[in-house]
């Protein structure tokens, strides 16, 4: 079955603990991305990467880290966690570029810093 | 930098009635898409519109994009229990892909 998988799907942490999200995609596609969802804020994009070894800024990069080593995988790093990054966080997937693809989303990742 | 907004925020609405939602944005846009959002659940493409002026139709719901490119629309006829949830658009510009915040939607029986 075609999908984006996540994991966890849900973590409480302390702050400054390290943690990773990490997200898969086994289609085979070539743009990954991840989003935070807060509420009345919709979708703010965190990362995204256009291709192995590729990846940029989103509107909201700060705290985060990335890393694409491999085409299937695009785990989220948060070095230092801190309050304001509790939220809920989807990792996103298409073809190409979000140009002219649909994006395929995760189940999301609840996460809460305390 | 490109903002998308969309209103209204929520929208409460007897079943059976239509309703629509407005996507609009600071710049013009290469193409908008809208997904959805069920309530738990993660958002999900519902379709993309390139072309200004654009009209596409899917069963009860009715997509538009702006002769500007720069707002949208999604009309649904005869609103169900099924409909419920939360409806993004999200408009691109150039490489960024920004989306607005959301229509929520509940549904009186």
């Known amino acids: 079955e075609a999908q984006v998988t996540q994991n966890p799907r849900y973590l409480i942490t302390v702050t400054g603990k390290k943690l990773t999200v990490t997200c898969s995609q086994n289609?085979?596609?070539?743009?990954m991305s991840w989003y935070r969802q807060d509420p009345g804020l919709g979708l703010r994009q965190i990362y995204y990467?256009?291709?192995?070894?590729?990846?940029d800024k989103g509107d909201v990069p700060e705290g985060y880290k990335v890393s694409r080593k491999e085409k299937r995988n695009f785990p989220l790093i948060l070095e230092s966690p801190s309050p304001n990054q509790t939220s809920l966080y989807f990792c996103a997937s298409s073809l190409r570029g979000v140009s002219y693809n649909e994006q395929f989303f995760g189940p999301g990742t609840r996460l809460t810093v305390l | 930098g490109q903002q998308v907004m969309q209103i209204p925020q929520y929208q409460h609405v007897q079943e059976g009635e239509d309703f629509t939602t407005y996507c609009n944005s600071s710049t013009t846009l290469s193409n908008i898409q809208w997904y959805k959002q069920r309530p738990g659940g993660h958002p999900v493409f519902l379709i993309q519109?390139?072309?200004?002026?654009e009209v596409k139709k899917q069963k009860r719901l009715t997509f538009q994009f702006g002769e500007a490119k720069k707002n949208s629309s999604l009309h649904i006829t005869a609103t169900q229990t099924t409909d419920v949830g939360t409806y993004f658009c999200a408009g691109r510009n150039d490489y960024k892909l920004s989306f607005g915040a959301g229509t929520t939607v509940t549904v009186r029986a």
């Open positions: 990467s256009m291709n192995v070894e590729v990846t």
């Open positions: 289609m085979n596609h070539e743009y």
């Open positions: 519109l390139v072309k200004s002026g």
